[in-house]
């Protein structure tokens, strides 16, 4: 009979890992706070993203988010399927004298859940529009693998919405394949924001 504190540890959610500089050229990928939500939110306001669903949130909403989750940061409750998350928003430098300083987010999620292979993904990203074009999305992701790898993680699902060309050219341009297209259970919370199928796309990270 197996040990019930063996049990125990295994049902533990993972701990968190430190990612080290996330960098890419101009880009950088850094962990929410207070010191951010400005820049945040005048991304979150630009015209462009008045218009777009994804781009949408407020300050009450994004304080809310920055004080709940420390860093960015999510721990898993494994009996509840729920994974630990990793958050990190798109920075890029004043260098580059960009439209935007705060160019998107883009979310790792740990786990091998059927919620996660199915319907959410591994890992989920939004650039805001008027920053669009740059491939930041995927050089975003591309960034976090290593991070994934830490976790023992050895294939990411991606999940996008049929009609959305760019992320679906961002998980080809990542190397990730296309596997199937499945319809989301009428009681899934996506259901709510009017989303009915999602494409999947495989990562293998042993490669």
Not at 133 to 145: K, N, T, V
Not at 168 to 193: F, K, M, N, W
Request: charged content about 25%; some cysteine; hydrophobic content about 35%.
């Amino acid at each position: 009979m197996a040990n019930p504190l063996f049990r125990l540890l295994k049902r533990r959610p993972p701990e968190f890992f430190e990612a080290g500089p996330l960098v890419d050229e101009m880009l950088e990928l850094i962990e929410p706070s207070p010191r951010w939500v400005d820049s945040f939110m005048r991304s979150a306001t630009h015209p462009k993203s008045l218009v777009d669903r994804d781009s949408r949130t407020t300050r009450s909403q994004l304080m809310s988010f920055v004080h709940r989750h420390p860093r960015g940061r999510s721990r898993g409750e494994t009996a509840l399927g729920l994974p630990t998350v990793y958050e990190f928003w798109m920075r890029i430098s004043p260098r580059a004298k960009p439209e935007l300083e705060i160019a998107g987010r883009i979310t790792l999620r740990i786990g091998h859940t059927d919620d996660l292979r199915l319907y959410v993904g591994h890992i989920g990203y939004n650039v805001f529009p008027a920053a669009r074009g740059q491939h930041l999305a995927q050089r975003s992701a591309r960034l976090l693998l290593p991070l994934a790898r830490k976790h023992g993680m050895t294939e990411l699902w991606i999940t996008t919405n049929p009609d959305n060309t760019a992320s679906r050219r961002t998980c080809e341009r990542l190397g990730a394949a296309y596997v199937d297209t499945v319809d989301l259970p009428s009681y899934h919370p996506l259901r709510q924001v009017g989303d009915t199928q999602k494409c999947r796309y495989r990562l293998d990270l042993q490669k």
